[in-house]
């Protein structure tokens, strides 16, 4: 069974700029998480997304943002970009379904965003 | 707000020792805890989950507690290995995420 699958793994883009990372989930999972890491504030949730809908979101400004398509693909976007968004942009899939069941999530190698 | 910590930030073995890394949390209402490794720059490998209900689970080398009421989880691995040297962090609930623990097993 194939994992977690996230295109670019490596990215370069300047201030102001904005980009698009891509997360295909395991086949069957329908719940699709976002998450920054920075050495600094550690690893954060962003949003999750369940059946094409945003379910939950974490404590991000609105220039992050995301969507997921009808076969549980996930896409997020960054735009304006600034220096602080220089992160390892995780996504992680799972079988949950309901909003309180949390399933084992499984994890994508993830994107370096630098933003110079 | 769930708050999650973990002690302590790095930890340096040798080869062949037991081990604990501990877990704690401030909201006792969680779902489930999950103990994650992860390589350098690499993406978070799931170790083990245990459901709320549960109070342990073991897979091979390594065994994870659950206490809920005193909001502490610990993840126990035995006999480490060089292998073993990566960051674990435990998450909770709606994934909060612990800081890590970065551990170095020497041979």
Known sequence: KAGVTQTPRYLIKTRGQQVTLSCSPISGHRSVSWYQQTPGQGLQFLFEYFSETQRNKGNFPGRFSGRQFSNSRSEMNVSTLELGDSALYLCASSTKLGLADYNEQFFGPGTRLTVL | ?107
């Open chain 2, 1 to 107: 707000k769930q708050e999650v910590t973990q002690i302590p930030a790095a930890l340096s073995v040798p080869e062949g020792e037991n081990l604990v890394l501990n877990c704690s949390f401030t909201d006792s209402a969680i779902y489930n805890l999950q103990w994650f490794r992860q390589d350098p720059g690499k993406g978070l490998t799931s170790l083990l989950l245990i459901q709320s209900s549960q109070r342990e689970q073991t897979s091979g080398r390594l065994n994870a507690s659950l206490d809920k009421s005193s909001g502490r989880s610990t993840l126990y691995i035995a006999a480490s290995q060089p292998g073993d040297s990566a960051t674990y962090l435990c998450a909770v609930g709606d994934m909060r995420f612990g800081a890590g623990t970065r551990l170095t097993v020497k041979p």
